[in-house]
């Protein structure tokens, strides 16, 4: 079993670099040549197609992942399964897609292509499969097809966007990315599976699919909708353009740590399902242990390069959306915790109402705090209200998942870890001193920084999480030379 985890993370290990590294090379010519209003009105529809394709997949993503794991090794059962999910989603995709079309369609004379767009994404949504790929964990397939697609959207990008008129194209690109990837899945699930004409039975479904319906819904509302509630109070799209701008930015830096939630969830729950809660439990303290080590160094240094990071990946005309990202520097730690209580722990062991209860308060504190403090901050408000509101989540859920199992948190591995990173500020000044180039600073305070917190964690403190990531690189290494 080691064995096989260890592989799946380097599937998702590669997966998690070209989706940290292919926004770092796209992002700074698609900022410059876009611009930050133009970027404002893609990410807004985005935003709301994106808010739309959750409330139509009525929790199936959460629930069909904890499910088809249990039932994968019986044939018949799992593909009565993906036929019932199917028709749901259809279903409730259809249904929302009309409703999505009814409230925007004033919107779409000023910007048609956009919103075809995000009508297609909500379409499309229904028939992507990722939940049958997690759940089954087709790490490897995920990876490969994953890689390959974000690479040609990354030529795409270079070869049909020239102007800041293209940014209906930008959008479309993502459509063909995204059609792309559930023709590859539909493949897939039909090789793998045969289907025949059986009794389909939806009542059972629906009450579990409601609690993660209720729950993905208050989630979408705390995580999206503080930028429509930007939009409609400022109607600046130039401010939504650099609080969106960042928001992204700062969350591809959670990619990595949340390498391990996807690899482990389909394990717990089936881990759980038998009730091995010793396996369980050192699972989610080593989940943990890596969550903490990546993640304090990562947002300290999101904090304080933020200057550099939004000059180099944006241009200097994003750079009013500086204060913003040290407000949002946090936020990788905070989700990457909430995403070990909610779905390592509270998800695999059917505890959907604890996490609905997390998500429901973190949609009230959301929307209250962005309807005060956008009035008055504009977009820092929203950040404000967005870092309150991961911090209010992740301590409802750790508190639920405490109770379901009693985790263990190092106080040792916090201390030296945040003491570690306190170096980081001679350091950096040493460069801002030394160092002219944003682009110069940005590379050798990272370099630096990085070299400095992994020696003195691997060789003085002895953190066994480097130790792992030493060896599991040197794996890596070994696989991709074998």
Known sequence: MASELKNKFIYQFLLS???????????????????????????????????SMIVAAFGIPFYAVREISKIRNDAV???????EMVVLHSFFALL????????????????????VFALTNILL????????????????????????????????????????SDYPVYMGIFTGGYFILSILNIIKVFSENHFTKQPLHFKKHLQPLWHFFLTSSAISIYIFFDTIILQHITHNEAAVGYYTTVVKLVKVCLAGLLVIGTVLMPRLSYLAAIGD????????????????????PVCTGLY??????????????????????????????????????????????????????????????????NCILIPYLAAAGSAWANIITEIVVTIITGWYAYKVIQFKVSTGVLLKTS??????????????????SPLNILM?????????????????????????IEQYILSVVKLIFK
């Open 96 to 115: 929302i897609a009309l409703v999505f079309v009814l409230l925007t369609y004033r919107q779409w004379q000023q910007s048609r292509g956009l919103y």
């Open 125 to 164: 949504s229904s028939i992507t499969f990722e939940w049958y790929l997690q759940g089954t964990e087709a790490f490897s397939f995920a990876a490969i097809r994953t890689i390959a697609v974000r690479l040609l959207m990354l030529v795409s990008f270079f070869m049909f966007i020239d102007t800041a």
């Open 277 to 296: 809660t010793i396996a369980v439990k050192r699972h989610i303290n080593k989940s943990l242990l890596f969550i903490c080590t990546l993640g304090i």
């Open 419 to 436: 003491f570690t990173c306190l170096l980081f500020i001679p350091l950096i000044i040493c460069c801002k001193l030394v160092l002219v």
């Open 304 to 369: 304080l390069l933020a200057p550099e990071i939004i000059e180099v990946l944006t241009g200097a005309a994003f750079m009013p959306a500086i204060p913003l990202m040290r407000l949002l520097a946090f936020l990788p730690l905070t989700i990457g915790l909430s995403n070990v209580f909610a779905f390592q722990i509270l998800v695999p062991y059917n505890k959907e109402k604890k996490f609905l209860t997390a998500a429901v308060a973190g949609c009230i504190v959301s929307v209250t705090l």
């Open 17 to 51: 670099v070209t989706q940290v590294l292919l926004p770092l090379i796209s992002y700074p010519y698609i900022a410059r040549v876009l611009g930050p209003a133009n970027l404002g009105k893609v990410n807004y529809v985005e935003f709301i197609a994106q808010v």
């Open 444 to 468: 050798v305070a990272m370099g630096s920084c990085a070299i400095l917190y992994t020696w003195l964690q691997r060789f003085i403190f002895k953190n066994e999480a480097i130790i792992e």
């Open 77 to 83: 059962k799992k593909s009565v399964f993906i036929q």
